[in-house]
């Protein structure tokens, strides 16, 4: 019984599709799952480096938010003491209010704190009521921080119409310590050699 043509025909078309498959198109299909496989990594890398930079983003806001208000903190509790710059305000602010400054500063020293230092400014002042009331409020105003302590108030012997009162208090102002203050190394104890002790 002889093959029809056709059929002839169909298993070499199969034969060539079967060979043009394992040479051509099932390589390419493995190219294709490789390249599917590295673009869902690269996606998954993109989603990770978006999350991430939201996150450097809000951490940059926080950092600059923190920087401002360093920045507002350090205004009105300077990490320097502008003593000199102080002490004229002060004498300024008196004059202005028309305050006879009795005593202003003195030998009152800092006292050191966790990471600031408290600077008290004893003042004695001559005046009116009313203007030492403007120039209390003023330093209460002031840009710095001040806190009023020790305050006393009393008559004067002899009144006039610029002074009737005289008053004492101690204005008290802060600063930051600055970074090598604050990591100042504690003291070392000289060792003694082994075997020595202590004698009473």
Known sequence: ???KPWMTYAALAVLLAAFGYFLYFKPRQAELRTAR???TAVEAQVVDLKAKKRQLDRINAEIEALNRSLSE???IMPRKREQSEILRNFQQMAYDQQLELVRFGGSERESVKDFYSEWPIP???AGTYHNLGRFIDRILHFPRIF???????KAVPSQSDAA???SQFTAKT???LEESVLKKPEPKRPQRPRGERDEF
């Not at 806190?147 to 108030?153: A, E, P, Q, R, Y």
């Open 174 to 176: 802060f600063f930051f």
């Open 73 to 75: 903190l350090e205004a």
């Open 37 to 39: 496989n590295e673009r």
């Open 147 to 153: 806190i009023i302590d020790d305050f006393t108030i």
């Open 123 to 125: 003042i004695e002042v």
């Open 1 to 3: 019984m002889k093959t």
């Open 164 to 166: 009737t009162i005289s």
